[in-house]
């Protein structure tokens, strides 16, 4: 029997770094053990929190394929090193923006896209793309303390976890390691909220969402699904962040799907 070895590229969405995807990223391992997981940083985020974040989602596309270039030459030497050619791209919000532009821009290297909570603003308003009754949350995110910050995310993006204190600790102390500069904020969210997808994805592609989802109305994948023929599957219960919430679920409907592409 022979394994797939094909690599599974991770990317996270806005003002979130690799760390965020918690134990999402070991139970992946655990579920591929024959294929290599690769979390990337765009720049503005986690150990990057220093770079100018990109102003468009294309940018962000060349900027997270150069770093990916980089770890393809830093691991040349070493026996952990990543072999280049197609990935399957698992990616949630902004992230599964930067997945649909880097599948268009770079069809050679996608095989596959699993879109976690996306939006698209040729199918949806901006106010499902970020419901309209966040807009006063997000707007204290501008003016408040890096701790009032990601409580208030932690809030917003979880069902399961909103009020959970080691959660929030954890997400502080990374924050205080890797602040997020309020210019980059502004960047990344004016590339998403502005992103418009002009195609349809000629790769496969597996849409997940969640049903109770307060900052991406589920509507916004439930289009997509429609417009692109495309399976989804949704969460009864977790909200924005669904690896964070069910990191199970996420794992076994990828793993399905996965398992269709050749």
């Excluded at 923006?97 to 699993?114: F, G, H, Q, T």
Aim: glycine fraction near 4%.
């Amino acid at each position: 029997m022979t394994h797939c070895q094909r690599p599974i590229i991770l990317l996270r969405g806005l003002l979130r770094e690799q760390r965020h995807w918690g134990k999402f990223t070991q139970q992946l391992r655990s579920h591929f053990p024959f294929r290599k997981v690769i979390a990337l940083d765009l720049a503005g985020n986690g150990q990057r929190f220093l770079e100018t974040s990109p102003a468009t989602i294309s940018a962000m596309v060349d900027d997270l394929h150069q770093q990916l270039h980089f770890l393809h030459a830093r691991e040349l030497e070493t026996d952990n090193k990543i072999e280049a050619g197609t990935y399957d791209l698992l990616a949630i919000s902004m992230g599964g923006m930067i997945a649909l532009e880097w599948a268009r821009l770079y069809p050679e290297e996608v095989k596959s896209l699993v879109l976690i909570n996306t939006s698209d603003g040729k199918q949806s308003p901006f106010y499902k793309r970020l419901q309209w009754r966040q807009y006063p949350n997000i707007m204290k995110l501008l003016i408040s303390k890096p701790e009032a910050q990601e409580k208030s995310i932690l809030q917003m993006t979880s069902n399961m976890y909103p009020e959970d204190t080691e959660i929030l600790k954890t997400w502080i102390r990374w924050r205080k390691e890797c602040p997020i500069q309020k210019s980059n904020l502004f960047r990344q969210l004016n590339a998403a909220l502005s992103f418009r997808y002009k195609d349809v994805p000629d790769k496969p592609v597996l849409l997940l969402a969640s049903q109770h989802d307060e900052l991406v109305d589920v509507s916004c994948s439930r289009t997509l699904a429609h417009y692109w023929q495309c399976p989804i599957h949704i969460h009864p219960s977790a909200g924005h962040d669904l690896p964070l919430d069910d990191p199970d679920w996420v794992c076994r409907y990828s793993l399905s799907f996965w398992q269709d592409v050749k």
